[in-house]
């Protein structure tokens, strides 16, 4: 039976067995033997939908929620942690620089016809073009947050200092003095300079975020202008890289890679790259390249400074090399308060050039750096950044203060006076300010006012790294990689061009009040050659007297006059004969 029931079940289904019944082939006792179910196994459909609800049930209860509100929770806090300590183990190994920072860029189509912009292959001759999307923005720590709350609030309601300062009449000539001198300039304590800073960062007008591009293999598509480390824009590029939107992508040096400093040309040690990816408020920066100056060091610097605000100075490998000769500091890093940043692999020959990288490229180099101070190196700083920062910043609601030249105002006049003075080829300036004048260059005039001048003296810049001082400083660099070295004739071409789309300008004040913070020395063969010869004057001594000798004293012997006779004779001194009165001569007789 037992066979037979196994043979129905396993033979037909439950319709074939009732047929049968029906036809008297089976026994309806001997259709089915019941099976003992499995401990294991739950008992049907109705043993399930008995679990389902009690778990139900079970997950309903406040407590058991909240159980599992904490589970999560402590889950996602565990993911963070690890996910924290893998970042922290990255810094710590001994992982290149590519794979410590990621590469935030993202590929553009190409902007040469016929060409792919992105290329698997690293060792092809076509150019990858990928556009870099650094961070710009600078934002306050909670620390300084408050303690900028407080004091920002407490110093708007006083009175500034100077509003009754009168700028003094210049002083009388001095002959003994030809040139310029500096001009008095009214500044606040530091204490309050440090509390007039602004709360938040200036709005950028119309342009909001700026990307630069990044060339593998930089293409040149024409026969002038540009380099391998500020790329090759075309004159197209150049034009609509002046039309101001809301997001751009312009060439802004480093163009073959997105983290300027890093196999880029301009290379910095990857340990000084982190120390420059830090976030400053305040910096002050110079450089010296080619062993051109001496380093200066900066005095009156406040404790609030000295505490807050770090000094960076560039040097290339020839002035790193004479400073060990020298022996100008024993830490290598840091002489005075300069903190010593060397750079290899400098892009060009001509070390003044190399020197325009960090004074227009500093938003590139210090990314998370909201204000910058930047001083050739021939300068010395003997005022606190703070104080200066509130008198040429702060205080006119300005992004970009530069002074103005002592003497020129007019371009064509600056051309002039560098063709005169051999600072750069004479044929190169001519045809610069040839391109410029096609462009609409004119001679400065009152016309331009406000405008107060078409030169500057561009030692000192003082800036807010916002998105339209960035852009500016990006476009006066790739003017000076097209054309010349000197920035001082591109200048004025680059602001009214931005200045024409957006309400934006720049703070040009007096040149005597930027002799005020900074005091001028000369350069270091000039310095050199005077040492040199106020050495020789020192050590200079008077020849000995001759020896001593036997003073012979010689009897004094009247000379006579010689006999003459004949021709040779002369007649002498007449004596007058003296007459003897008639009266006299009758008493002796």
Not at 429 to 457: M, N, R, W
Request: charged share 25%; hydrophobic share 35%; glycine share 6%.
């Amino acid at each position: 039976m037992t066979g037979v029931s196994l043979g129905l079940r396993t033979s037909g289904s439950y319709g074939s067995l009732q047929q049968q019944i029906q036809n008297g082939g089976l026994q309806p006792q001997n259709l089915y033997i019941p099976r003992r179910p499995s401990k294991t196994s739950l008992n049907g459909s109705k043993e399930k939908e008995r679990f389902f609800t009690k778990i139900f049930r079970f997950l309903s209860r406040k407590k058991v929620g909240m159980l599992i509100l904490v589970v999560f929770a402590l889950l996602a806090f565990m993911t963070g942690f690890f996910t924290v300590n893998k970042e922290v183990d990255l810094n710590s190994s001994g992982l290149g620089f590519d794979a410590r920072y990621p590469n935030k860029s993202y590929g553009v189509p190409s902007l040469f016809p016929g060409e792919e912009s992105m290329q698997s292959n690293s060792n092809s001759m076509n150019n990858k073009i990928i556009v870099c999307d650094e961070n710009t923005s600078w934002a306050p720590s909670p620390f300084d947050a408050s303690a900028t709350v407080n004091t920002s609030s407490a110093a708007s309601f006083l009175p500034h200092p100077c509003r009754d300062f009168a700028f003094p009449p210049p002083p009388p000539g001095d002959r003994r003095r030809i040139g310029p001198r500096p001009c008095p300039v009214c500044y606040v304590p530091v204490e309050q300079a440090v509390a007039r800073k602004p709360r938040f960062s200036s709005a950028s007008p119309v342009l909001r975020h700026l990307t630069y591009f990044s060339e593998e293999n930089p293409l040149k598509s024409e026969p002038h202008g540009g380099s391998e480390f500020g790329g090759y824009p075309s004159l197209k590029e150049r034009n609509d890289s002046f039309n101001i939107k809301e997001s751009m992508s312009v060439h802004c040096g480093f163009v073959k890679g997105c983290r300027p400093g890093y196999q880029t040309g301009f290379d910095i040690d990857v340990a000084d790259l982190r120390v420059l990816a830090q976030s400053y408020e305040v910096i002050v920066a110079s450089a010296i390249f080619g062993n051109y100056d001496v380093i200066q060091q900066p005095r009156n610097i406040g404790e609030t400074a000295r505490n807050n605000v770090p000094f960076f100075m560039f040097i290339d490998e020839e002035t790193e090399a004479y400073m060990k000769n020298t022996s100008l500091s024993e830490n290598e890093k840091q002489v005075g308060l300069w903190r010593i940043i060397v750079v290899r692999n400098v892009p060009y020959a001509d070390a003044r050039r190399n020197g325009k990288v960090p004074k227009l490229l500093l938003h590139r180099l210090f990314p998370n750096t909201r204000y910058s101070i930047w001083i050739d190196g021939k300068l010395q700083l003997v005022v606190d950044p703070y104080q200066i920062l509130e008198r040429f910043l702060w205080r006119q609601n300005a992004t970009f203060a530069i002074s103005r030249h002592y003497t020129r105002f007019d371009v064509f006049e600056e051309a002039e006076a560098n063709k005169a003075a051999g600072k750069y080829d004479n044929v190169s300036i001519d045809h610069q300010i040839e391109f410029y004048k096609q462009e609409g260059l004119t001679p400065y005039t009152a016309a331009k006012l406000p405008i107060t001048s078409d030169v500057p003296e561009g030692c000192v810049i003082i800036r807010e790294h916002i998105a339209i001082t960035n852009l500016f400083s990006c476009l006066w660099f790739n003017e000076v990689d097209r054309f010349t070295a000197r920035d001082q004739l591109s200048f004025s071409t680059v602001r009214d061009k931005i200045v024409s789309q957006v309400n934006w300008s720049i703070n040009m004040f007096l040149d005597c009040e930027r002799r005020n913070f900074v005091i001028q020395a000369y350069h270091r063969d000039l310095l050199e050659r005077r040492a040199h010869m106020a050495a020789v004057v020192r050590h200079y001594s008077p020849p000995p007297p001759p020896p001593a000798a036997t003073i012979v004293v010689e009897k004094f012997v009247p000379k006579t006059r010689p006999i003459r006779h004949g021709r040779d004779k002369r007649p002498g001194p007449r004596r007058r004969r003296k007459v003897v009165p008639k009266h006299r001569e009758n008493s002796f007789i």
